[in-house]
């Protein structure tokens, strides 16, 4: 048999083992020294006689086994060998052996991805993106929105402009989930009056579990909203702004926004729109008036995005009051 044994211990041998080496049916030295069988094998700090119900994690190839040293006994004299094994593994002595996938314990029932290295020349191309701008993922464009007339906690309004709800609770509930629906943690909002009519610790709330930054253009019940102030972007009572719209030969919209509907405004013979609440939808619409109605009665009680504005603005007839300017 190929390999080479050596004793490591001769203690504790039986005498009857002992009278049986001295006879001359002692057993041949092939016969004496096992095959190199899985069933025989041990850790070396071991001293429990071998037998065939050993554990499957001792196992010559279990990861916890040096795969080139394997302790074997024989049950015939209780004497052990340390056998070397013909499949040695140089690396397990390094203190941080080089890895690779072929080294890789192999699965029967997990496929083996196959890798392939490629050359210097081909690094630079394969792992460089000849359009890195359009790889790489663009940040979010904040979307603005238009609201008024929530009247959170407002049970009466219920009854005064006929709203599909049961209790004031109910209208919430969907006003918060209408509004979490469109608009995004990043996303601004701007809210033209009448935000809540209910204590100031329910409207706390109700802030805390609304999306977007918030702007508030104060209406004529915004006491609760006032005791708030610190959770708005800010509170006026006017605002004048400019949306970019690239449709626009300037490039940017102007837009006054206001509680109350106006008749003319700042730039209004320019194109400036308008947008208002207050009303609650009773107002008639003008198509000759570059102005709507924001408030959630109008809207399904959900925020309008200024591209929805846009939308209802090119669908109207107005057309500048004083033609084309001169200068």
Known sequence: ME????????????SSIANQRKSKNRPSQSQIRPQPSPQYAHTESSSVPVTNDLPSDLHPLHPQTPTNRILFANPLTTKFWVWQTEFPNPTHRRKNPPISPSNFPVHPQIPTIQTKSLPNSQKATYFRSP???????QPHTPTTYFTADTHFGHANIIQYTNRPFETANHMDEILIANWNAVV?????????????????EPCKRIMDRLNGKIYLIKGNHEKTALACSGRFEWVKDYHEMYHPDPQLKAGKQMIVLCH???RVWNASHHGAWQLYGHSHGSLPDDPNALSIDVGVDCHGYTPISFQQIRQIMEKKTWTPPFGKRAD
């Open 184 to 200: 995004g943690p990043d996303d601004e909002v701007y809210h033209l009056g009448d935000f809540a009519l209910c204590n100031v």
């Open 3 to 14: 390999g080479f044994f050596r004793d490591i211990s001769y203690k504790n041998v039986p």
């Open 260 to 262: 109350y509907a106006m």
């Open 131 to 137: 359009n890195k701008a359009k790889d790489m993922k």
